[in-house]
């Protein structure tokens, strides 16, 4: 097993728990739970994660967390049960108490750390070329490539939000934008989010017809020089079935194994 340090390993497991909060996100601490809270709308605005309770406060738990978001009118909730997780029942408690497991393919995800140099070095194509986000409109570009790769129509709140996901971008440092482009064509985005211990990857997005290419492979590599240029030299994400191996092959290593539940039960009472 490499020797890959207790920080790291934790930012995979629990990312949303530990990575660098955005303007106007918040993050409430417990001792057996984190619940994170975005500020604009998302599939992962409202996250619970490393949870660490003891035998018998599982329902308790439960009915904490869900009147704490009613307070904060949030309408569901994404529940993420890390390998460390506690206690070892956790999953099948949850589900006995109405979570649902997340839709697939992103039941299950894996935690994924790259402690080493990634052997696309020197094999990336001289067609593509990634650039950092810096404008207005190349922020949209990033986000109107991840609805389409991801079938997701946006609504009028979620247009509104990429003004201001723009503005907490450029209102702190530690969250980056990348494009990737074929001639003239933005083809690829990927984001990430820098921290003291690595650079954790979110997102990161192909379009059809440009896969096969290298796109993805280039938008890893940028961010790996990134993590490298900041001595910082280990990319951390959480991959579902369909990226992880391709992110196997390029030499990341898994570190933990996450359950994902999605709870809608806020206006029940329970």
């Not at 409109?137 to 109107?144: I, K, N």
């Not at 934008?177 to 690595?198: F, I, K, M, N, Q």
């Not at 990161?204 to 240029?229: D, K, M, S």
Request: with cysteine.
């Amino acid at each position: 097993m490499l020797d890959i340090p207790s920080p790291v390993r934790e930012l995979a497991e629990d990312t949303l728990a530990y990575a660098p909060l955005r303007a106007g996100d918040r993050r409430l601490v417990r001792p057996g739970y984190v619940v994170s809270l975005g500020l604009t709308p998302g599939p992962r605005s409202t996250v619970i994660s490393r949870l660490r309770l003891g035998p018998g406060e599982v329902a308790a738990t439960v009915a904490e967390i869900r009147a704490l978001l009613r307070a904060e009118d949030r309408k569901s909730a994404h529940w993420e049960v890390g390998s460390s997780a506690t206690p070892a029942s956790l999953a099948e408690e949850l589900t006995a108490l109405g979570l649902q497991p997340a839709a697939p393919p992103f039941q299950t995800t894996a935690g994924l750390v790259l402690p080493a140099t990634p052997p696309a070095v020197g094999t990336l194509p001289d067609t593509v070329r990634i650039t950092r986000v810096t404008t207005r409109e190349d922020f949209r570009r990033a986000q109107e490539l991840y609805w389409h790769c991801f079938n997701f129509t946006p609504d009028a709140a979620a247009q509104a939000a990429v003004e201001v996901d723009f503005r907490r971008r450029t209102a702190g440092s530690t969250w980056l934008c990348y494009l990737a482009w074929r001639g003239e064509e933005a083809v690829g985005a990927a984001d990430a989010a820098l921290t003291p211990s690595g650079v954790i990857m979110f997102g990161g997005a192909t379009l059809p017809h440009a896969r096969g290419h290298g796109v993805y492979r280039a938008l890893v590599w940028a961010r790996w020089q990134e993590a490298v240029r900041r001595g910082t030299p280990y990319l951390i994400t959480q991959a579902g079935a369909l990226s992880r191996p391709v992110l196997v092959r390029l030499g990341f290593v898994e570190t933990a194994q996450i359950r994902n539940f999605v709870d809608s039960s806020f206006d029940c009472g329970v």
